[in-house]
């Protein structure tokens, strides 16, 4: 028998205010209801619903070590899962339908040969060069997304 309840992603991406807060959440890695409701323009009352619904889903959690009466709210570590997967998808297939032949992107593969522990040692090195990025304030730009996958390939 078919549950009725609906699934985790569908809640998520049917529901504006909850897509906007997970954007929020992965362009600054973590939020607040306060900073959320100033950032979009809603009201911290409804920013903190569906902040604590994102939770039930299973989807962020409470940022560890918080106190009080702030609580920053951030991405389930476990969650790069179909459902990021889909809201880059989304966020993608929007800017390419908005794009103008002038715009410029930046998109690449490649595939390596790595030796135990370097894929570890790639995504350490990765995750240093995008702090770079994200520990200053910019003055001025455009929140853009970066998207890194690396993973070993069946040799089949």
Not at 114 to 123: F, V
Request: one cysteine or more.
């Amino acid at each position: 028998m078919e549950s009725s309840a609906p699934n985790r992603r569908d809640v998520v991406r049917t529901h504006p205010l909850r897509e906007a807060l997970l954007r929020l959440i992965d362009r600054d890695g973590t939020t607040t209801s306060t900073i959320a409701a100033r950032e979009l323009g809603e009201s911290t009352g409804s920013c903190s619903f569906h902040l604590r619904r994102l939770e039930a889903l299973g989807v962020i959690e409470p940022e560890p070590g918080a106190a009080g009466r702030v609580k920053p709210w951030r991405r389930v570590r476990t969650e790069q899962s179909t459902l990021n997967r889909e809201l880059e998808d989304t966020a993608y297939a929007s800017w390419l339908a908005a794009k103008t032949s002038d715009d410029e992107d930046f998109a690449f593969s490649e595939v390596v040969t790595l030796a135990d522990g370097e894929l570890a040692e790639l995504r350490a090195r990765l995750h240093r060069v995008l702090r770079d990025f994200t520990t200053t304030e910019p003055t001025s730009g455009t929140p853009t997304a970066v998207i890194i996958r690396a993973f070993p390939l069946d040799e089949d």
